[in-house]
């Protein structure tokens, strides 16, 4: 079973726009880290933010973290036709990861 | 290579018959999973190795399942009687630490079984 859950599930803007995806999850966590998978492809981790911290960035990514709320937030900007995937929080446990279901954002060109 | 590395990238496999699905972590990696990812939906969690001991088979679905790291780099995840539920992309990642306490973790272009 999942623990994570993405809103949207899906997401399509046009390039140069931002793009914000949200993930909650329901029990306490040491990190939560966002994945981007290409179409047929692996997982590629985007960022790692930990329990005591409320906001990340790197690149064109912005990561807040509310654990209160048990929620996070991804904010892509400027984006890219190429940022067009499939994104997916996953929350850190001593030694597995518990994916969301995704959000897939598509980027217009 | 300087990833981590699955193969066959595509398996069919008839109902009945045995897989085996194969992962090469990263180099000195010492931790490496297994995930199963249906279509549409997130990767679920099979198992955990930290070098070669098996730490955690929880995610496994059934006895027909089984994954081995004899020497703790290379592991193989087998299949046995594949069944049509058994269709999926398996995901195989390694990470430096034991664990992934704070620690992100390198995924494989995953195997895509169909099970026909």
């Known amino acids: 079973s999942q623990q994570g859950e993405e809103d949207p599930q899906a997401l399509s803007i046009q390039e140069g726009e931002n793009a914000t995806m949200n993930c909650s999850y329901k029990?306490?966590?040491?990190?939560l880290q966002w994945y981007r998978q290409n179409s047929g492809r692996g997982l590629v981790h985007l960022i790692l933010?930990?329990?005591?911290?409320r906001e990340k960035h790197s690149g064109r990514l912005r990561v807040t973290l509310d654990t209160s709320k048990k929620s996070s937030s991804l904010l892509i900007t400027a984006s890219r036709a190429a940022d067009t995937a499939s994104y997916f929080c996953?929350?850190?446990?001593?030694?597995?990861?518990?994916f969301g279901t995704g959000t897939s954002l598509t980027v217009i060109p | 290579g300087a990833g981590v590395s699955q193969s066959p990238r595509y398996k069919v496999a008839k109902r009945g018959q045995d897989v085996a699905l194969r992962c090469d972590p990263i180099?000195?990696?010492?931790?490496l999973f297994w995930y199963q990812q249906a279509l549409g939906q997130g990767p679920e969690f099979l198992t955990y190795?930290?070098?070669?001991?098996?730490?955690?088979k929880s995610g496994l679905p059934s006895d027909r399942f089984f994954a081995e790291r004899p020497e703790g780099s290379v592991s193989t995840l087998k299949i046995q009687r594949t069944q049509q539920e058994d269709s999926a992309v398996y995901l195989c990642?390694?990470?430096?630490?034991?664990?992934?306490?704070?620690?992100?973790?390198?995924f494989g272009q995953g195997t895509r079984l169909t099970v026909v």
């Open positions: 190795f930290q070098n070669e001991a098996q730490l955690d």
């Open positions: 990642a390694s990470s430096n630490g034991g664990g992934l306490t704070n620690t992100e973790a390198f």
């Open positions: 933010i930990r329990s005591n911290e």
């Open positions: 029990t306490s966590i040491n990190n």
């Open positions: 996953a929350t850190g446990g001593s030694h597995q990861f518990y």
């Open positions: 180099s000195g990696h010492v931790s």
